[in-house]
């Protein structure tokens, strides 16, 4: 499998991941008004699988270290397939629920309290459950992260005091989306071996 060897090409990628994590869903927004969340969401996923599985039979299947997709797959326990299934499922829901925020509410409530606590919240909790990196660092990161969550809210409730006002349902759609995706990576960490070149038996590689 491809394996990012140096600490420079693996930030490039994070930014990269980052561009378009923060980014999909304004395909959703531009799309609104004449496709409905549920379709939009359906291919979507469609994209996604297509897209994976080609990564996973070239990326995922090439280089001398580490497992080809082939094998990984072959190889794995049923309870580490189960779990990556399982955080597949949490996902998918947590992002069901953040295009249908979207469609209420408006991306500027929806991405930056659905992500924003689902950031914070995932910390915490894989922290709690495997405590690895530098505390500091990652609840000083955390903090910011709250702290722009409350400046988004205060800066819109000021906005919405001028135009009609975001629904509940929005709010209550993008807070349970935060809550729900902060549990996807717990499952997925629990099937997926961090040792990238001579990965553990039964485990699966990203």
């Known amino acids: 499998m491809f394996i990012i060897e140096t600490y420079t090409t693996a930030v490039l990628f994070?930014?990269?991941?980052?561009?378009?994590?923060?980014s999909w869903a304004n395909t959703q927004k531009l799309a609104q008004k004449s496709w409905r969340f549920e379709l939009f969401y359906w291919d979507y996923v469609l994209g996604v699988v297509f897209l994976s599985l080609i990564f996973a039979l070239t990326l995922g299947s090439v280089g001398e270290e580490g497992r080809s997709f082939i094998t990984d797959l072959q190889q794995a326990e049923w309870q580490s397939l189960g779990?990556?299934?399982?955080?597949?499922?949490?996902?998918?829901?947590?992002?069901?629920?953040?295009?249908?925020?979207?469609?209420?509410?408006?991306?500027?409530?929806?991405?930056?309290?659905?992500?924003?606590?689902?950031?914070v919240l995932g910390v915490l909790i894989n922290f709690i459950a495997s405590p690895s990196g530098d505390a500091f660092w990652l609840f000083l990161g955390v903090g910011l992260v709250t702290a722009a969550i409350i400046l988004d809210s205060?800066?819109?409730?000021?906005?919405?005091?001028?135009?009609d006002t975001v629904p509940a349902k929005g709010i209550i759609l993008s807070v349970a989306c935060g809550v729900i995706m902060?549990?996807?990576?717990?499952?997925?960490?629990?099937?997926?071996?961090?040792?990238?070149s001579n990965p553990e038996d039964g485990l699966l590689t990203p």
């Open 14 to 22: 994070c930014i990269v991941t980052m561009l378009c994590w923060g």
């Open 83 to 119: 779990s990556a299934f399982l955080g597949g499922i949490v996902f998918n829901l947590a992002n069901i629920l953040l295009v249908m925020a979207i469609a209420v509410a408006g991306m500027a409530v929806a991405f930056p309290v659905g992500i924003g606590l689902a950031l």
């Open 154 to 163: 205060m800066v819109h409730r000021k906005v919405s005091q001028q135009k």
């Open 182 to 196: 902060s549990l996807f990576y717990f499952f997925v960490a629990r099937s997926m071996s961090l040792n990238f």
